[in-house]
């Protein structure tokens, strides 16, 4: 799979520009269709770009073969794409979660232990309420997963378009940045502590960080 | 518009079937083919079709090295493949004959 997806790529580069911006559109559209089997999805795209560089070699146009409306053509592509098993989708979920807690715990963790035995700003342990992080860390889950499917569905969305740099940089910036970032913090700030609390060194976190990642490549396998 | 292009797919698919019983075929060469029976379809209408095709387990596809070098897809017909050909075949046949005749009726 990763050798089709690397001829691939050397590939494309000998296609001109135009066909090369309806080609990588396409390539897009039909890749983040993430439900789908993989090795059927790389297959076709390559079909599709073997056939459009002879057409490009014989002087002919993408639409001979995209048609006139190339998301259309897309979504027939999609549309007929064998689902992958649900197994599959749960363990790339679960792979995700994990990735997501691992990185945010190590950053946390590297930071705070930086701030506090390199320059003495925080205390070397931190306190945690086992209710009020539980509640937080299904919030975030929750909201990492709705910036995960908004940005899959904003992109689709510019394929096949023309989107003004302004506009892609105000949306992805605003909506994909700092609101999620506004409310991962408040939430920290403002939900109150509750349930048992646990006592643990800063270092423990990038530890705990590591586990999570490396529980995350578990199911990435499994996938 | 809606059944007459489901009717176009239908036969596309059989004329596609035919194709890959007499050889192993690859995308393009598929489409020139059908260019050559005189079937004016756009290419890449052949690519969704081969999708479904596979599958419904009526064709197998197969990444191989081509004689000129890249990896192709070639695709052959499985027994099921076959079987959906006879009855094309059968279901052409039996259309054919009634719908030439209504036709020249009219033409006179």
Redesign the interface.
Known sequence: MQSLIAENNEKRKLLNKENKKIYEDMLMYVRLSYKKSEAETEEVLMELLDHLLILQHEGKDASELFGTDPKQYADEIVGELPQVITKKVIMLFFMGVFYFLGVATFVNGLVSSILSYGFGQLESNETYYIGTLSVNTLLSLGIAFLVVCGVIRYISWTCFKNVSKVFELLVTGIVFGTLPFCIFLALFYFMPSFGPSITIELYWLILIGICFYLLGNVFKRKA | MAIRSQLLKGILEGCILAIISKETV???EL?MKLQDQGLDV????I??I???L??EKLIQ?E?RKSPSG????YYTLTDAGEESLETFRKNWEYLKKPVDQLLDEEDV
Request: proline share 10%; hydrophobic share 20%; no cysteine.
């Open positions: 690859y995308g393009y489409a756009s290419e890449g209408s690519y969704p081969l999708l479904r596979q599958k596809g990444m890249p990896n192709r897809k």
